[in-house]
């Protein structure tokens, strides 16, 4: 069974900081590229960031960047967002994807593993 596990989730201050990961189960992630979404309650799934498979190339949607890193162990088999300077906004379920490329592109449309998401909640 392939799988994929998000964790780091929680509760965090705004202005606070949380890393997310992204692991495997079942196979590896070597050839995959890997993205980041995230969902607010009543509103629609979106994109945050993502990692390709080959070169380490990403992308940070507009609303995140400069705060959130995406970043990918290959030894450890895991992708992770690093979220700092987090905001109200930035609270919702954080789901990580992924999808076969093997080559240096990455991004939101489909895709062919979904983890079942952490929640992340900020607030004072």
């Known amino acids: 069974q392939f799988d994929l596990v998000e964790s780091g989730g929680g509760l965090v201050q705004p202005g606070g900081s949380l890393r997310l990961s992204c692991a495997s189960s079942g196979f590896t992630l070597d050839e995959y590229a890997v993205a980041w979404f995230r969902q607010a309650p009543g509103k629609e799934r979106e994109g945050v960031s993502c990692i390709s498979s080959r070169g380490g190339r990403t992308n940070v949607a507009r609303f995140v960047k400069d705060r959130f890193t995406v970043s990918r162990d290959y030894a450890k088999n895991t992708v992770y967002l690093e979220m700092n300077s987090l905001k109200l906004e930035d609270s919702g379920v954080y789901y990580c994807?992924?999808?076969?490329?093997?080559?240096?592109?990455?991004?939101?449309?489909?895709?062919?593993?979904w983890g079942k998401g952490t929640l992340v909640t900020v607030s004072s």
């Open positions: 994807a992924a999808e076969y490329t093997g080559d240096q592109t990455c991004g939101y449309g489909a895709m062919d593993y």
